[in-house]
């Protein structure tokens, strides 16, 4: 946490008694401590989700247990409480809601259309490939029907997965027709619309961008390695190393090729985060791009490594605030990485967890400024296969990200887990 607090009120205003209120579309773990940020920069906090002990509802000041797939329900709830906006973080599900509940109140959204283009991975592929920007081959498959022909526009090696969903859910890579067939069923069934991708396989170096979007004008924050496991985990990040070790010609098409994204999905006032991959051949093209605080600890590093906090930038957004430099432009640039804790090869073991250590030897080691595990005993830690699978991480600087990274990896091997 930065030490900064603002208390938040409009332009020209002075702070009122009026106190606003804020609507926090789902109140998980990622959730609860953005709501604890919105308290202490003094807003009023409602939340809902479908859980009734998710760890936000207990620190909002009104939480209600609604499933926010039912968007009525939603609704209704910003109405009784008359909420001033609205907002998520990390909840990919979420972004339509919220923007459905923007546009019924009148109050700041990203718009029900440019929601849909950055949560359905299809629509999105086909506006970008209307504005020019660079992409793999893709089509869509909603049955086994349609696979050949998508095996034929795209070619192997492919990767097949659901239209709308995420943390690498139901994502496979495929080297044949048959793999197609062997996991469409899975594919499609973790697709709330039935519907999934083939794309034409990218091998080369993942980055994830962080742009804000103001009035039409986009603002690069970050732009960061995003290091994968072998294997059927290939599209979990594992490490993040900041900033990108892509240079020259090459970088500057990543950062043109990011905000490119954003404008051609129609982001005007948001945050937007760009997954691109910088391949061998030279090209960048883009994986995805979601109109929301990425989960997995990207806003931590946006925080260590320039000075952003995302989470008062998106209260502001969606209060319809200004966004003031001071707020939204990098205040510096410190090499950082992040290692999550998954199993062999990464730092865990595989098995039953009998005892875990504390986390006192990692925090201590040069240069960690962050770490945090939520392992328990008795779960069964398994091998890396999808995001859910990382069990805590650490973060630590250094002069260079090479050198971050080294400090990152050698606390990671600093934690205690014993297994049977
Ligand atoms: N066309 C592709 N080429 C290479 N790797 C890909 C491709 N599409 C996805 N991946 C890998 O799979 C991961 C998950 O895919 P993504 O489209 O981001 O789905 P999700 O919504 O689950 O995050 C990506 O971060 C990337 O590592
Ligand atoms: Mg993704």
Known sequence: MTGRVTLIVRPGQVASPRVRTVLFVGAGRHQRRAILRAKQ?????????????????????????????????????????GIDGVLTVSADRAVPVVAAVAEELGLPGIGTQTAHLMTHKVAMRRRLAEGGVPQPRFAAVRARREAGPAGETVGFPAVLKPADSGGQRGVFRVESLDDVDAHLH???????????????????IEMNGIVIARNGETIPLTLSDRLRPPGIGFGVGWIHVY??????????????????????????????????????????????????????????????????????????????????????????????????????????????????????????????????????????????RLDGDRRGYVIAVAPTNLEALERAEAAARLLDVEVE
């Open 41 to 81: 920069l003094g807003l009023r906090v409602v939340a809902v989700d479908r859980n009734a002990d998710a760890p936000g509802l207990a620190h909002a000041d009104e939480g209600e247990v609604v499933d926010f797939v039912e968007v009525e329900q939603v609704i209704d709830v910003a109405r009784r409480h």
């Open 243 to 384: 900033p990108a070790t892509i240079y020259g010609v090459q970088l500057e098409e990543a950062e043109r090729t990011a905000a490119q994204t954003v404008s051609a999905l129609g982001l005007k006032t948001g945050i937007a985060f760009p997954q691109l991959i910088a391949a061998r051949d030279g090209r960048v093209v883009v994986v995805e791009c979601a109109a929301r605080i990425p989960g997995g600890q990207m806003a931590d590093l946006v925080r260590h490594a320039v000075g952003v906090d995302l989470v008062e930038v998106q209260l502001h957004i969606a209060l319809g605030d200004e966004l003031p430099e001071e707020l939204v432009l990098p205040r510096f640039s410190q090499p950082l990485a992040i290692r999550f804790l998954t199993a062999q090869p990464g730092p865990l073991p595989v098995g039953l967890v009998t005892r875990i250590g504390p986390l006192d030897k990692l925090l201590a080691f040069p240069g960690v400024v962050q770490a945090d595990v939520y392992l328990q005993v008795g779960e069964t830690i398994r091998p890396v």
């Open 186 to 204: 899975e594919a499609l069934a973790a697709s709330p619309t039935g519907e999934a991708i083939l794309e034409e396989f990218v091998d080369g």
